[in-house]
């Protein structure tokens, strides 16, 4: 069967599923002491170039007199330090310029899930390039890594095809310079990356893959499912309700050296993209961290009206 009309299928399928979805509570997991995260999610139908030297909240401020860096930065903060943790922030702008950097932009941190968004991008390149020919199941995988933040099938992509190789294709590729591999062979949760890098990625999808390609992945998600495969609540950060229109991969993990990490990251309809990386001490509960990033995303959102 045509690859597009294998994926259209496997969009319309998860469309028809996310219609029985109703709202759910977040649910609160055990620690993951493997390393490989304990949760990260997305769905089938709801809901930049490298940052070096980020310029001054003054000179952001002064380049987007709409959008108040300073005041943002400060929202975001005080959502975090509400529940003990920190959250990094980069905000681009359609064509990758930046609209809001936080000081640790640069900050290493936990991938999670998000990795998977540098798998999945590789794959479907290395598909429509003829380099390899996804199966049906394998597009079945690639879909749920994303939608469902299936970790299972992210594991079996990840053996099956090299999933280090992969990824150290796309950030090379693309000119990350904070993302590294994990220490631990096959514990790709444990990749490390930043938020300046994560923006990168989703504002370059278009230099990785063909415009389909794009738009299967985006859709993907788009369409994050309310619960992730491991039942962690998945609407949060950038895809709380209160939010729409948002395509955007979520992660989760804990306690690998005592932290418990819980990202939010994605794309707005007009190509603008978002990275909120949290990390909180593993003494935080879920809950409290899902609120902080609930409260930093509705900060960052609030200043990014329609034709900003």
Known sequence: MHLHLLRHRGWL??????????????????????????????????????ISAPPSTAALATATPSIDPAAVLANVRAAAAAAQGSIRV?????????????????????????VKILVVARLLALDAAGSLALSGEDLDLVQRAVVQSDDGA?????????????????ATAVGLTGTRLPAVPGQWGQAVTTAADVATVLSALGDILDDDDVETLLGWMRSTSAIAADGFDQWFGLLAPVHGGMAAKQGWMCCVDGVRQLHSAGVLT???????????????????????????????????????
């Open 154 to 170: 992210m594991s079996r992509l990840w053996d099956r095809y090299d999933g280090a190789q992969l990824v150290r294709h796309v």
């Open 13 to 50: 399928a998860a469309l028809l599923g996310l219609l029985t979805v109703g709202v759910a509570t977040v649910a609160i997991v055990g620690c993951c002491i493997t390393g490989v995260e304990a949760v990260a999610g997305r769905s089938v139908a709801s809901s930049p170039p490298t």
């Open 90 to 114: 980069v905000v681009l702008d359609p064509d990758g310029r930046p609209l809001i950097t936080g000081p640790d932009a640069g900050a290493p941190t936990y991938t999670a899930s998000l």
């Open 270 to 308: 007009d190509g603008r993209v978002v990275v909120l990386l949290g990390e909180f001490p593993a003494s935080t509960s879920w809950g409290s961290a899902v609120r902080a990033l609930d409260d930093a995303g509705a900060a960052v959102l609030a200043e990014l009206p329609e034709g900003t």
